[in-house]
Structure formats: structure tokens, C-alpha cells
């Protein structure tokens, strides 16, 4: 669905760009990291909540196009513990924060994207 176009290439291009921003992560003795304050679980947390908003968004989506879309954002989910993976556990910066959010905001732009194409929604 989304993992397989340019656009989702084009995206994790865009990470790995910025991925300057994630190796200044480095967890210190005086830092105290909890499950909630992680690299990954706050990168969790906003694609959960970008895939809320895209599944609220269109209601009219099958179960089956639902749990395509679960499959992707498990896979987006794996790509992301593969490029980030030395940083996944490490406490989250507020600039990390600012790019998980926009970074999210972009796969629900790309889904969005790839829903508006299904047949089922072009309008000729």
C-alpha cells in the first residue's frame, strides 16, 4: 500500500537525513529513561495517533482495508526500529519530538494519499 511507493522511499530519505538529530541521543548516567519517555515509544505513540486520525477520517474503509493499513504501519514501525535502533531506547529530545511528529504527519499525508486512489473512491 504505502511502504512500496516512491513517496514512503522518499520519506525514510528524509529520516536518514535528519538522523543527525537522533545520534546527539545519547542516555547519560543522570538521565533516567522510562518506557514513556523512549525514542520509540513516543514515535509509537504519534503514528498511533496519526492512523486514528486517517482510520476517523475515512469511515467508510472495509476492515480489510483497516487491517492493511495495521500491517503497514507495523511494518513502518520495523523500518524505523532498523534505522533508529541504537537510539530506539534512549530518552526522546524535544527536537526528536518536533521531527516524530512532522515525520508521522508525512505517513498520514502518504496514506491519505493512497486512500483517495483506491478504486472504490475515484469518481470518473
Known sequence: MVTDTDGYIYI?????????????????????????????????????EQIISVCNQNDTLTVNRRNTIIREVDAIVSDLEEILSSVVNNPVTPNQQTFIKEFATLIKNLFDAEINNFPENLHE
Open 12 to 48: 525514510i530519505e528524509y529520516l536518514t537525513e535528519h538522523l543527525s538529530l537522533f545520534e546527539s541521543s545519547v542516555v547519560g548516567e543522570n538521565i533516567e529513561t522510562t518506557p514513556k519517555n523512549t525514542v520509540m515509544h513516543v514515535i509509537e505513540i504519534e503514528l498511533i
